[in-house]
């Protein structure tokens, strides 16, 4: 079945102490995107990655980092979260960006920094 | 700067009525206009309009691209209680893909 697989889906943590939270697709797309969700302000890229290796900043990347360092894997990375952190985060995929292909997201991850 | 304005923010609706959604966008290097709409989890997708294809239609949703007031329309027509989620709007140049805040609707019974 084709998916983007996020984890963990829940996670409550500290202020401080570095997270990371996997993302992985298996449908073999170029794209790769991470969104943070919260209300009043819709769906706000953080990073996306048009291929391996290849990251870029979306418009919200302060205080997160990303790698691609395989096609189906694109880890969001908080090195110190702080609560302004604090969100449900998506990850998504589409087969390029030049494809004119909707995105596929994950199920979300629900990130409580404390 | 590119943004992307969706109208309104939410609205109530009876079973039966039909709802217009509005995205209007100033984007640099447009590419393309898709529409999603999410319920409890994640966004699921529902129309993608291009300079190519301005006009889709699926059962009792359609919707419009105007190139040349840069906005789009999502119609509902004859609503149920299953349509009530969030409708989101999301454009796409070069690379970097940018949502508006999303549309609550609620349908009652």
């Known amino acids: 079945e084709a998916q983007v697989t996020q984890n963990p889906r829940y996670l409550i943590t500290v202020t401080g102490k570095k997270l990371t939270v996997t993302c992985s697709q298996n449908?073999?797309?170029?794209?790769m995107s991470w969104y943070r969700q919260d209300p009043g302000l819709g769906l706000r890229q953080i990073y996306y990655?048009?291929?391996?290796?290849?990251?870029d900043k979306g418009d919200v990347p302060e205080g997160y980092k990303v790698s691609r360092k395989e096609k189906r894997n694109f880890p969001l990375i908080l090195e110190s979260p702080s609560p302004n952190q604090t969100s449900l985060y998506f990850c998504?995929?589409?087969?390029?960006?030049?494809?004119?292909?909707?995105?596929?997201f994950g199920d979300g991850t629900r990130l409580s920094i404390l | 700067e590119d943004k992307v304005v969706q109208s309104p923010l939410s609205l109530v609706v009876h079973e039966g009525d039909t709802v217009t959604l509005n995205c209007s966008y100033e984007?640099?290097?447009?590419?393309?206009l898709l529409w999603y709409k999410q319920e409890k989890k994640a966004p699921t997708f529902l129309f993608m309009l291009t300079s190519s294809g301005i006009e889709k239609k699926s059962g009792r949703l359609s919707s419009i691209l105007d190139k040349k007031e840069l906005s789009s329309i999502l119609n509902i027509t004859a609503t149920q209680t299953g349509d009530s989620a969030i409708y989101l709007c999301e454009v796409g140049s070069w690379g970097k893909l940018q949502f508006g805040a999303g549309t609550q609707v609620v349908v009652t019974p």
């Open positions: 984007v640099t290097n447009f590419r393309s």
């Open positions: 998504a995929s589409s087969l390029s960006i030049g494809s004119n292909q909707p995105q596929h």
């Open positions: 449908m073999n797309h170029e794209y």
């Open positions: 990655s048009m291929n391996v290796e290849v990251t």
